[in-house]
């Protein structure tokens, strides 16, 4: 059984990942600005649901199989990006705070602004992320890694 190639299905994820994020942002800007909306409401609740348990499967797969071998050849890069995740957990618990607060009290304009500053928070954050590793980290693995490193990582994700 030929194993896929790690780093496009990294690049998939993260394509998936950037639409969920559109996704949440938007929604979260509407909640903002014109109340509470069950349909709205919902389309952000499912975009915060991916990003909890797909984003939070995909980094540790990126922290597991990836980054140990990248750390191999170079060092510090692989430290701001696992920064960077621990900070997109304690976001998203803000993030998730301010959603029940809403399902709680519809009307509640603070938990309003809460939730629309911890989505600007997640979404500028994983953006800024995923434009790193697609950037700067995928070419430089493409370049350095062996087919058999390659292979391993890929071993490692399942």
């Known amino acids: 059984m ?17 639409v969920q994020l559109r996704i949440l942002k938007k929604s979260a800007a509407e909640i903002r600005k ?14 915060t649901e991916f990003v909890d348990e797909e984003v939070r499967v995909h980094n540790g797969k990126e922290e597991s ?12 890069p692989t430290n701001v990006l696992r ?6 957990t304690k976001i998203y618990k803000k993030l998730h705070y301010s959603i029940d607060s809403l399902k709680e009290n519809h009307e509640d304009k603070i938990a309003r602004q809460e939730l629309a500053e911890a989505a600007e928070g997640i979404v500028q954050l ?8 697609n950037e700067i980290l995928f070419p430089l693995v493409k370049r350095f890694f062996t087919k058999e490193e390659l292979r391993k990582v890929a071993q490692r994700m399942l």
């Not at 994983?126 to 590793?133: A, D, F, G, S, T």
């Open 65 to 76: 199989a990836l980054f140990p071998i990248v750390d191999r050849y170079v060092d510090g």
């Open 83 to 88: 920064e960077e995740h621990q900070r997109m």
């Open 126 to 133: 994983m953006v800024n992320h995923i434009h790193k590793e």
């Open 2 to 18: 030929a194993i896929r190639d790690p780093i496009a299905i990294f690049l998939k994820e993260h394509d998936t990942a950037l």
């Open 34 to 47: 014109s109340g509470y909306s069950e349909k709205t409401f919902k389309q952000l609740l499912k975009a």
